[in-house]
């Protein structure tokens, strides 16, 4: 089974990016988690470039996300919203359906108290519109995700560990439903 886990940040040493290295370590040996590579790859989104032939970048990216059986996304908040860079790279996915009825983990981690509520709601309805298949019991907050993680993947709180196994855990169940009735 091949997951594609796309961070929503570009920082060096972001949390988001250390939660999918995580759930990339603790996969178990039939789960493949790729991550993909950053989104500030793809030019910003112009209609006038999304042809037949787009730009490789983009046909790169539509290409992962086609190839892989479920996707993780984990995004930090930027003023109340996803990142832009997230926001532009599902832009290009719009008219090429790449997520139609793909079974997909929303992780959101933060390191405020109040975690990325309103970034995961946003980012929820945006993959409705592209017709993701959000799995509810793969959805996940992250609240003070710096106190729980370092930069290379560690999780040091036994709480936060567990809840990603859980997330990454429905993923695969939704998948393998989804592989089974196809």
């Known amino acids: 089974m091949k997951l594609l886990a796309i961070s929503g940040s570009l920082r060096k040493g972001s949390s988001n990016t250390a939660i999918l290295l995580a759930a990339q370590k603790s996969a178990e040996k039939n789960i493949e988690i790729t991550l993909a590579a950053p989104l500030d790859r793809l030019p910003h989104f112009n209609p006038d470039l999304d042809t037949e032939t787009p730009p490789e970048?983009?046909?790169?990216?539509?290409?992962?996300?086609?190839?892989?059986?479920?996707?993780?996304?984990?995004?930090?908040?930027?003023?109340?919203?996803?990142?832009g860079v997230l926001k532009n790279a599902l832009d290009w996915i719009v008219s090429s359906a790449e997520l139609y009825n793909k079974p997909v983990a929303l992780i959101n981690a933060s390191p405020s108290y109040g975690g990325a509520a309103k970034a995961q709601a946003a980012l929820i309805q945006l993959l409705g519109v592209l017709t993701a298949k959000v799995v509810d019991k793969a959805v996940l907050n992250i609240a003070s995700v710096n106190k729980k993680i370092d930069s290379e993947g560690n999780i040091s709180d036994d709480g936060t560990a567990q809840e990603l196994q859980n997330c990454v855990n429905a993923l695969v169940e939704e998948v393998s439903l989804n592989k089974n009735s196809n």
Do not use: Q, T
């Open 57 to 83: 970048s983009v046909k790169v990216w539509r290409d992962e996300l086609r190839e892989a059986d479920g996707i993780i996304f984990s995004s930090p908040e930027y003023a109340f919203a996803i990142p």
